[in-house]
């Protein structure tokens, strides 16, 4: 420590001392200690201070506080700028009624919650000051000034017994008045150690830099006051007789100085922390040198915050500190292209009970941005509806996480919460009912436990019936004819976690002794005169066979999908229910498809509007065809570059690779939907660009609305894109919808719409973004038939094969939907019913307010010879994308099988595809499986045979750093997203592919928790 002494003032007036404090008492230990050593005093670094009302502690006023940082607000330090020396000066005066405090004293700076971390001391800090000392308070001084007093009457009555004496006590009594009352007592300069305090304050003490002061002035105070009574002596004539008088009273005043100057001289008795404790600052000025480094990203313009000032306390409250005047400002510069990174993976959660509302989920409250620097963050759930719900109160379903921060576009991720395994098997069915014959089959209805199956088997445990139980429970199951009359049954329930119920006996009626009708068997055709009409007549027959064998005259009615009657002869193309009715019996119903006759007129050529792109971007052709036809664009060797769909009014957007090249012929023709193709037209790519092009960013943008209907999405889009040099370009962007119109970022509703780039200088480029609602588990969606539709050829060769379609099906809520249908071919084509060769086709079947669902048919050519060898297992040639956007595979199988990959550990269908005419196949997995998942592939002949599975992985999400990004599973457990556990002994289990992955912890600074056995009391203290 350095110090530099200054004389000491004479006497000012007495300051006024009466001040109101808050004062605060802990009972228990305080785990903090100050230690005096001869340079610094010190505090636990990184200390957590407890939080009570705030301390009045300042030891200024009128603080003000600077810096050399020469920044201003037009003036700024850049982000990753390196480190800089800063010093901050503080300064302040005496306050105007000083309040003694209690606890160790320091200069003090806060720093800025943005800048923790990249702020340091550099070096002591300085401090100048004078300092006042209220001696009242000091018992000792009080002793000498008592003392002195009686010594001073002493010296009086001396005088009055020896009046030809004289006594000059002014020396003795200036000394003395210096250590009456308040006092400032002169002043000095001194260096502490500046030491970090959790990243949040920069201290340093003050005490003993004070305590040299004081030593060093009280020093001179008292040795002068010693001198002068030592050598204090009478004059006149009376002198000797008052000299003797005077050396029995000066012993008593000196002893009183000796018991302050003698412990003060050797540092010892503690009478300096008496002096301390009695003494405040006067004006003050502090220095107090730092580091600062410029963050690597700074998320807007940001002006730093330091306040600085002097301080008595027990505990340096950052909160408290920051509250002072003394403030002064470093002004950093903001980056212009920060975004939030959104978290990878599904957040989980799991409820108490299946049903509860309970759940809670462990959310980051701080994210990356793409800087690399974590950016503290709000978060708000909301369901699929769109509504907020509480953490804490979550039931099972699907939710949504959208994390915002200041300065920043909000980033969402998926919250999945589920019940935990039910394991409670559903009541036993109750069966309401069983009608039917052996002719035409048995009808079980009754009720079960909701959305359960419902599986009914013979006396012998054979499964001769299924079905599905609605919302409210109700079920109706079919059997066959051969289960027989008299037959025992028995009818269990199974609900969705696969628990099953105890079995209700039951059993088929006896036949009728009467005969009953036989329905007839196989579909009746009908055809329309043209595409589009209605006026198809049906022969129909008008007698029918009964049980036996004799001719029944029966009338009939023609009912369409949704049970109106409509006329024989007014039929349009489509699947109808032919009802007949005779006296006596009960009805019976036939299958009546409809379809138009086959169109075989070639559409026009197509008109080509435009070709534009490079060969960096690819290119993009546009134009106008037969409305909803398949455009084909060839290159000059007659290979596919290109092909895309004519919308209603026969527009066409078709895009081509970059590899087609420059001034490259191509051929464009248009396909109907009954594989009619038009002339060819010709076109050719344009030349490339003398100067560099802007690179189109590869893949689709994608985002999320709130809730289902809402037009409120915002696409994250980037400000600069790369051109073919390689050189970054700041880009403008539009959003179009399909029709060309321009839709504001933060009003898009569900759909796919067109980003186009811009940069001066530069074509334009664009990119797909797709935005979609929210998954709503809530909201039914029609349930796919299962197993594949099979039919037969007349003969081979034949295309007249008719196959039955449903004209209803189950949604997820057992409500009955009436659905449309249409087949296609492997390559997408409509085929009319009844027009069916032998291969592999499509049904979808569509329903308003539904999404479409698929089911496979397959048609044989008779034969003796049955084909019954399986083809060989499929290929996976490549697997690309990510849970996020969903995983594509390509590969090749049999031509003209049916690819269809599942779990292998559920059986569960994930997606299925037709292997086109050279074997090669491309097939979309549903969004949610997990990197890293183990899934197999088949492939399926039209005979209905099914090849070894081929099984294989979704690739790893890619690391960077070491951190590997993305949710760990294992493979697919009950879900295509669930998540298996590794055994006890830390093998992997069967067929599963097990991941590990190393977390590296990046320690941003350390936390230190201050634990008090008891609560603070605070009092108000009146002095």
Known sequence: MEMQKKKAPRKKGKVITKRKVLSATMSGTLLMTSVIIPTAYSLLSNQITAKAAALNIDLLQNITSSNNSGTTTSNRWASGSGTRNVDFTIAGGALANVALLSGPRYAVLTIPQELRGYVAANGNTSVTTNITIDFNKVALINAIVSAGDTFVAGVATILGNNPLASINLTEVTTQLNLLKGSQNIGGGTFTSATTLNGNSVLSAPLNDGMGAILAQNVRTILENLRTAVSNLSATGLAAPAANTALALIKPALITAIDNVLVPLVNGTGGILDLLLNASALGNTRITIPTKITAPPSIQSNLDARFVGSAVQTNLLDVDVLSGADGASYVYLAGDVNLTLVAPTGNLTATTSAVGASNATATIPTTLKNNAGTDVPVTSVITNSSGTPVTNGQLSAGTYTVTYSAAGYANVTQTLV???????????????????????????????????????????????????????????????????????????????????????????????????????????????????????????????????????????????????????????????????????????????????????????????????????????????????????????????????????????????????????????????????????????????????????????????????????????????????????????????????????????????????????????????????????????????????????????????????????????????????????????????????????????????????????????????????????????????????????????????????????????????????????????????????????????????????????????????????????????????????????????????????????????????????????????????
């Open 417 to 1023: 919460v589920t019940d935990p395994a039910d394991t409670t098997p559903p009541a036993a069915p109750i069966v309401s009912g069983v009608t039917g014959n052996i002719t035409n089959g048995y009808t079980v209805t009754g009720t079960a436990e909701p959305n359960s199956t419902i599986t009914i088997k013979n006396g012998s445990g054979t499964t001769v019936g299924t079905g599905t139980t609605d919302g409210s429970g109700n079920y109706t199951v079919t059997l066959p004819g051969s289960v027989g009359p008299n037959a025992p049954l028995n009818v269990t329930a199974t609900d969705s976690s696969g628990n099953v119920s105890t079995p209700t006996p039951t059993k088929t009626p006896a036949d009728p002794v009467s005969p009953v009708l036989v329905a007839p068997t196989g579909n009746l055709t009908a055809t329309t005169s043209a595409v589009g009409a209605s006026n198809a007549t049906a022969t129909i027959p008008t007698t029918l066979k009964n049980s036996a064998g004799a001719d029944v005259a029966v009338t009939s009615v023609i009912t369409n999908s949704s049970g109106t009657a409509v006329t024989n002869g007014n039929l349009s193309a489509g699947t109808y229910t032919v009802t007949y009715t005779a006296a006596g019996y009960e009805d019976v119903t036939q299958t009546l498809v409809v379809s138009d006759p086959a169109d075989t007129t070639a559409p026009d050529a197509p008109v080509v509007g435009s070709v534009t792109g490079n060969s960096t971007n690819g290119y993009t052709v546009t134009g106008t065809a037969e409305p909803n036809s398949t455009i084909t664009i060839k290159n000059n060797n007659g290979d596919t570059v290109g092909t895309g769909t004519t919308d209603g009014s026969g527009n066409y957007t078709v895009t081509l690779p970059g590899s087609v090249g420059s001034n490259a012929p191509l051929n464009v023709t248009a396909t109907d939907s009954s594989g009619n193709v038009s002339d060819p037209t010709s076109a050719t790519t344009p030349a490339d660009p003398v100067s560099p092009v802007l690179v189109a960013p590869t893949g689709n943008l994608t985002t999320t609305t709130s809730k289902k209907g809402a037009a409120d999405a915002t696409a994250s889009l980037p400000a600069t894109l790369k051109d073919s040099d390689g050189k970054t370009v700041p880009v403008t962007h539009v959003i179009t919808n399909s029709t060309g119109t321009e839709v504001p970022n933060g009003k898009l509703s569900a759909g796919t719409y067109t980003v186009i780039y811009s940069a001066e200088g530069y074509a334009n480029v664009t990119q797909t973004l797709v935005v979609s609602d929210p998954s709503n588990p809530t909201s039914p969606v029609l349930v796919a038939p299962t197993g594949n539709l099979t039919t037969t050829t007349s003969k081979k060769g034949a295309a007249d094969a008719t196959v039955s379609l449903p004209a209803t099906l189950k949604d997820s809520d057992g409500k009955t939907v009436p659905v449309t249908h249409v087949i296609t071919n492997s390559t997408g084509t409509e085929v009319p019913n009844s027009k069916l060769s032998a291969g592999t086709y499509t049904v979808t079947y569509s329903a308003e307010g539904y999404a479409n669902v698929t089911q496979t048919l397959v048609v044989s050519d008779p034969s003796s010879n049955t084909d019954t060898t399986a083809p060989n297992a499929p290929t996976v040639d490549s697997v690309t994308g990510d849970s996020g956007s969903g995983y594509t595979v390509n590969g090749k199988g049999e031509p003209g099988s049916t690819i269809t990959v599942k779990n292998p550990a559920t059986g569960e269908v994930l997606g299925t595809a037709v292997a086109g005419v050279d074997g090669s196949y491309t097939l979309k997995l549903p969004l949610g499986i997990n990197p890293g998942t183990q899934v197999s592939v088949t492939a399926t002949d039209a005979s209905g045979n099914t090849s070894e599975p081929t099984l294989f992985t979704t690739p790893p999400t890619t690391m960077n750093g070491g951190m590997i990004n993305g949710n760990m599973s294992t493979n697919i457990g009950g879900k295509h997203f669930s998540t298996a556990d590794l055994p006890a002994t830390g093998e992997a289990n069967a067929g599963w592919l097990s991941m590990v992955g190393t977390v590296l912890l990046s320690l941003f600074g350390a936390m230190f928790f201050l634990t008090l056995s008891q609560f603070f009391r605070v009092t108000n203290v009146e002095f």
